[in-house]
Nanobody
Framework: QVQLVESGGGSVRAGESLTLSCEGN????????MGWYRQVPGKQRELVAE???????VYSDSVKGRFTISRERGKNIAFLQMSSLKPEDTAAYYC??????????????????????WGQGTPVTVSS
């Protein structure tokens, strides 16, 4: 069973930086894509950044130029470097990954089934 384990959240002041890490365990295959979402109470979870093999990283408009997503080559480890943090970046940050499976929950998918995996979330608080 794939598990995503996040770390690196915390409390900082506006303008400071934080780096989040996510490690995918439980599979020898490559999780792809890997990304980060965030959620504040009462709102929907939103994409922050995502990186896909062979593609250009995608960022939400609100973090472009301030956040950088990367992953360790050959490993299911992703990072989110956050700089120039703002109070509006305060949220729970969730790591997300996909894995293409041919069997999922006992059912065979000849075309492949893209399973979703989520981390438990790590809090980021930015004070003004």
């Amino acid at each position: 069973q794939v598990q995503l384990v996040e770390s690196g959240g915390g409390s900082v002041r506006a303008g400071e930086s934080l780096t989040l890490s996510c490690e995918g365990n439980g599979t020898a295959r490559t999780l792809d894509p890997m990304g980060w979402y965030r959620q504040v109470p009462g709102k929907q979870r939103e994409l922050v950044a995502e990186t896909k093999s062979g593609g250009v990283p995608v960022y939400s408009d609100s973090v472009k130029g301030r956040f950088t997503i990367s992953r360790e080559r050959g490993k299911n480890i992703a990072f989110l470097q956050m700089s120039s943090l703002k109070p509006e970046d305060t949220a729970a940050y969730y790591c997300h990954a996909n894995l293409l499976l041919t069997y999922y929950r006992g059912k065979y998918y000849p075309e492949g089934y893209e399973a979703d995996y989520w981390g438990q979330g790590t809090p980021v608080t930015v004070s003004s």
